[in-house]
């Protein structure tokens, strides 16, 4: 079997050569690892392999991690969908969050967040695919909400998420580019898109942050708790199903 150590490796490769064919300074894409349902003791090997941004989608599980981690240096991202009452405590334990899809939870967000604490780094999930996932503002909804999220003070708008459905085009991936090019002049940097399966032609498209699980810490094994969410929209469309 594969370390985390070893798949890591492969997965900056897979980074480097993308970049590198793209004309882009590696540098410029981010690495988050999403460790939801994988437990602390192989996300201290990816720490120990020098992977700092951790994405989770569980609150509870995120936490528990957090606690037995105990680890200042490490960065957490929630990219999972965000409940309006759990907002108090995302706010507090969390670097960023992926999921803002309304202006309710982003008000919410930055009033919980504490001034002692640096302004909460907010992306705009974007439903880039219609009803493929439910998750998400339409695009033409994303300037409004982005002035919006820009003008809190306790939360820094850093860019757009999204999950493109399984094959998309790179016509999905260019729209979501030119609608994040938008939201530069509002301070906007990151663009987070591009997971396992589709790493190489979100950097051809300009991602800044890929979410990367399965390549790193292997297949998920299904909690109970965790079946709606746990195989990303996939998973939640056939949940739905
Ligand atoms: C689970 C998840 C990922 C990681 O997906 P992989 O295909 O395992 O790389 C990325 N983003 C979100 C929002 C997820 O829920």
């Not at 939801?36 to 509870?60: C, D, I, S, V, W």
């Not at 240096?73 to 969390?94: I, Y």
């Not at 907010?122 to 998750?135: D, P, R």
Request: hydrophobic residues 45%; contains cysteine; charged residues 25%.
């Amino acid at each position: 079997m594969r370390s985390i150590d070893d798949n890591l490796q492969a997965v900056r490769q897979r980074i480097e050569r993308a970049a590198q064919a793209a004309g882009r300074d590696p540098g410029g894409v981010t690495l988050v690892a999403v460790s939801k349902t994988h437990p602390a003791p192989l996300m201290a090997e990816a720490r120990a392999a020098g992977q700092r941004a951790f994405g989770e989608n569980y609150l509870q599980e995120a936490v528990e991690k957090m606690d037995h981690l105990r680890d200042a240096s490490l960065e957490w991202h929630l990219v999972g969908p965000l409940q309006s009452n759990k907002t108090r405590a995302v706010a507090a334990r969390f670097d960023w969050v992926h999921s803002v899809d309304s202006e309710k939870l982003a008000r919410r967000l930055s009033q919980a967040r504490q001034d002692a604490q640096p302004p909460l780094n907010v992306l705009i999930q974007v439903n880039v695919s219609g009803e493929a996932s439910k998750s998400g503002v339409a695009p033409g909804a994303v300037p409004a909400l982005a002035a919006a999220v820009a003008a809190l003070p306790r939360l820094k708008l850093r860019g757009l998420m999204a999950i493109p459905e399984p094959g998309a085009g790179a016509g999905r991936y260019r729209a979501l580019k030119a609608l994040f090019d938008a939201l530069v002049p509002l301070g906007a940097d990151t663009l987070s898109v591009g997971m396992s399966d589709d790493m190489e032609l979100a950097i051809a498209e300009g991602s800044t942050m890929l979410r990367v699980g399965t390549a790193i810490f292997g297949a998920r094994v299904r909690k109970p708790e965790a079946v709606a969410c746990a195989g990303g929209p996939r998973g939640a469309a056939k949940a739905r199903a």
